[in-house]
Structures are given as C-alpha cells and as structure tokens.
C-alpha cells in the first residue's frame, strides 16, 4: 500500500474532531465534500453541514483512533466514540482530492447492541 499523504489528512480531521475546533476540520473538507451514513440513511452534503451535525452532537463523548489505511487517494480508518450514552464504532472510508476530503462512506455500530444467534456459539467466544 502506498499513500500521498491521504492517511495524515484523516488523522488530522480525527483530531480536529476530537478537538472541537471546527473551522480547523472544516478545512480539510472539500467545497463539495459528501457524507454517506447507509445505517441511518442520512447524506451529508457539503461540509458545513457535516461539520454543523458533528458540532452539533450532545458533549461528553471521545474519539479513540484505532487504526488509519491508505492507498493513493483511498484512506480507512476505525474509531471509538465513548460517549455517556454508549461506546460506538466508525468504519470510515474516505476519498482524498487535492490533499483534501472529497467523500466519505461510513458505517456506525453500537458496541454489544446487537446479541450473537445461538447457531454462531460453537464457533466464537464473548468478549
């Protein structure tokens, strides 16, 4: 895997994030920067208001960087968000133009939201 700098441009909005300071994340985002969420089917156009929801969420949470992976101008990343609410989980998969964020597909799950089916317990163990 090779990366242009795709996987610090992430890191950075994770930590701009974390930060709260938006105008900093803000301007790693394209003009025409797009937002995917198939859980939810939300679409995020623009990077206002992708900003605008994330500033926007109820305080108290915090992001863990689990992991960031380029190749070329495509980035991934996991995260943990712990929040008073719950833990969750962000698999991310970005687009880099320019040396900026053009889109993003993203996936959210509530960590133990979601019990194992019973045919699935000879195979796995709880954690």
């Known amino acids: 895997m090779s990366d242009s700098g795709g996987t610090s441009v992430v890191r950075r909005l994770w930590e701009r994030i ?11 985002l394209a003009d025409d920067f797009a937002a995917e969420w198939p859980h939810s089917r939300e679409r995020f156009r623009g990077g206002d208001d992708f900003i605008g929801m994330n500033r ?16 070329g101008d495509r980035v991934a990343s996991q995260v943990r968000v712990t929040h008073p609410d719950g ?3 962000a698999a991310s998969f970005f687009t880099v133009r320019d040396g900026k964020l053009a889109s993003l597909h993203e996936l959210w ?16 163990e709880r954690y």
Do not use: Q
């Not at 108290?60 to 960087?65: D, H, T």
């Not at 939201?113 to 000879?122: S, T």
């Open 18 to 28: 974390e930060a709260r300071d938006w105008g900093a994340a803000r301007e790693l």
């Open 56 to 71: 926007a969420y109820p305080e108290g949470w915090a992001i863990e960087v689990l992991d960031v992976l380029g190749d």
């Open 87 to 89: 833990t969750f989980y």
């Open 109 to 124: 799950v509530t960590e133990g939201a979601e019990a194992p089916p019973a045919w699935r317990a000879a195979f796995a």
